[in-house]
T-cell receptor, first 115, second 109 residues
Framework: ETGVTQTPRHLVMGMTNKKSLKCEQH?????MYWYKQSAKKPLELMFV???????ENNSVPSRFSPECPNSSHLFLHLHTLQPEDSALYLC??????????????FGPGTRLTVL | GENVEQHPSTLSVQEGDSAVIKCTYS??????FPWYKQELGKGPQLIID?????GEKKDQRIAVTLNKTAKHFSLHITETQPEDSAVYFC????????FGQGTILTVHP
């Protein structure tokens, strides 16, 4: 266990559905990240939050909407997704602001399938 | 931006052999290089990392070397075991982490 949990672990949704992914970290970190992992592609950074403020949006389509209500929780709201959005969505956290302690720790991911 | 190339994409070894995975990076300002191991159904787990002020770091059977001049770094696993079988990712960071494409390591008993 890395101290980062994600729910649900698996999700199947239609293109017209609305769903949310949840991430929670128990490490006392202040930075949280969403990554997309597709087959045969490197991990793609989607969003970064530092101290609850979004500091990076890596040109992600608006059908993905992140929310960070506090430093321990991160959500990814999904709506009107496309089949090509099927992937493993990974959450990570780190202690931002101190290079010596900014290692990212990943959750187990949510396997998303869009029909 | 940073670009990280990782080789090989697949690696098959016999138990007890050594395994070496190599990565190159493009941004000479990158100063942090972690390696992650991802087992089936799990998220990436940090196994070792190295910072730009160090040339080599070792932790039991795994070691990482960094050549800043050539802008490449490598993961070395000695005395491999079947439980080392997984996907390994390198990454480089100046600002944000950029990952390599991954190496599928298979250790045959």
């Amino acid at each position: 266990e890395t101290g980062v949990t994600q729910t649900p672990r698996h999700l199947v949704m239609g293109m017209t559905n609305k769903k949310s992914l949840k991430c929670e970290q128990h490490l006392g970190h202040n930075a949280m990240y969403w990554y997309k992992q597709s087959a045969k592609k490197p991990l793609e950074l989607m969003f970064v939050y530092n101290f609850k403020e979004q500091t990076e949006n890596n040109s992600v389509p608006s059908r993905f909407s992140p929310e960070c209500p506090n430093s321990s929780h991160l959500f990814l709201h999904l709506h009107t997704l496309q089949p090509e959005d099927s992937a493993l969505y990974l959450c990570a956290s780190s202690q931002a602001g101190r290079p010596s302690t900014d290692t990212q720790y990943f959750g187990p991911g949510t396997r998303l399938t869009v029909l | 931006g940073e670009n990280v190339e990782q080789h090989p994409s697949t690696l098959s070894v016999q138990e007890g052999d050594s395994a070496v995975i190599k990565c190159t990076y493009s941004d000479s300002a990158s100063n942090y290089f972690p390696w992650y191991k991802q087992e089936l159904g799990k998220g990436p787990q940090l196994i070792i990392d190295i910072r730009s002020n160090v040339g080599e770091k070792k932790d039991q059977r795994i070691a990482v070397t960094l050549n800043k001049t050539a802008k490449h770094f490598s993961l070395h696993i000695t005395e491999t075991q079947p439980e080392d079988s997984a996907v390994y990712f390198c990454a480089a960071r100046y600002g944000k982490l950029t990952f390599g494409q991954g190496t599928i390591l298979t250790v045959h008993p």
